[in-house]
């Protein structure tokens, strides 16, 4: 397991301190930048990455510009990297994993982990369904690609089936919602803030979760280009991102306030969210790239992923790598 998940909150401090220091050592400084005028073009969801900056205080006085396009998902973040029309964007580890995989010129450079018991198989209330043992045979939805579909394999997997034994629906989160409540899938593989949102308002059951099936890690990921090219604006951003998510975890109800205002989501629904999760910023070390490979492999094995990826090429550990001492 990954050091930062099992030390307390103290230490979590620490390295947020240490990420963010690590900034302010650079040595190409921000006057550097400034004078180049660079700008990065960063892929965002409403009530995202932006608004965390900017409730957290530190979307201020930037030694460069930020270009903030605003998507549905992550996936056409992740196809706009692809494309070249993106220098960062912030994604789930398997949609990630996924994209690489077809040679997207892409890497992942920090990120966060949520708790894996964040991502649940949800059911309805009336639902005969009480357990993982009881969704063999039933039409079950997820993301393809994603986390959807991981969980749901992996729970077939651990109850002891086949991945086949249940049919896969690949429906996004709010098909699979209307589904769900109409009654035309069985059951929904889904995480925050959907969980809270399916559980206080839908009434939804959990049946099953991700702890001890998925890293729960959600990705910075910047193109090949940006890294070569922008690599001090794109340090000072991830060092800012990281700040900005501790700040959050000493301030949940102002975070979940604000986000609401942005996205019309119930307040208590996102506390809720926020609360469970526990996001943190994580450093990319080899602890991280040995969970993430684990778990690409399995991807592969149940078909998620076309190829097995050496997740070490798939990372770029010098964006954190002042966080993580020898590592």
């Not at 803030?193 to 009434?203: E, M, Q, R």
């Not at 996102?270 to 399995?298: C, F, G, H, W």
């Amino acid at each position: 397991m990954n050091k930062l998940e099992s030390t307390p909150r103290l230490r979590i401090r620490k390295l947020g301190a240490t990420l963010f220091g690590a900034a302010l050592g650079l040595a190409i400084t921000a006057s550097a930048m400034a004078a180049d005028t660079v700008t990065l073009r960063v892929g965002d969801q409403k009530g995202g990455n932006r608004s965390l900056l900017e409730i957290a205080g530190l979307a201020k006085d930037l030694p460069y510009k930020i270009e903030w396009s605003e998507f549905p998902a992550a996936a056409p973040i992740l196809e706009a990297l692809n494309a070249g029309a993106l220098d960062v964007g912030y994604t789930g580890d398997l949609s990630f994993l996924t994209v690489y995989a077809t040679g997207a010129p892409i890497k992942a450079i920090g990120g966060t982990r949520s708790d894996a018991s964040t991502q649940a198989i949800l059911v309805r209330q009336d639902s005969p369904i009480k357990t993982a043992a009881d969704l063999k045979g039933k039409r079950l939805a997820g993301t393809r690609g994603g986390w959807g579909q991981f969980l749901i394999d992996a729970t077939l997997e651990k109850a002891g089936y086949k991945v086949d034994d249940a049919t896969f629906a690949p429906l996004g989160p709010v098909d699979a919602k209307i589904a769900l409540v109409a009654g035309s899938i069985d059951g929904w593989a889904v995480w925050e803030p959907y969980v809270s949102y399916a559980t206080l308002k839908d009434k939804a059951r959990v049946v099953a979760n991700g702890e001890g099936l998925t890293p729960t890690i959600t990705f910075i990921v910047a193109s090949d280009s940006a890294i070569a090219t922008k690599r001090a604006a794109v340090q000072d951003l991830v060092q800012r991102l990281n700040k900005a998510r501790l700040w959050s975890l000493d301030h949940l109800p102002e975070y979940a306030k604000n986000t609401s205002e942005l996205t019309k989501l119930p307040e208590d629904v996102l506390l809720s969210a926020y609360t469970a999760q526990k996001t943190s910023p994580i450093v990319i070390d080899a602890n991280i790239v040995k969970e993430v490979q684990e778990a690409s492999d399995r991807a592969t094995r149940y078909g998620i992923l076309s190829k097995t990826l050496d997740v070490g090429k798939a990372v770029d550990r010098s964006f954190t790598a002042a966080a993580a001492g020898s590592n």
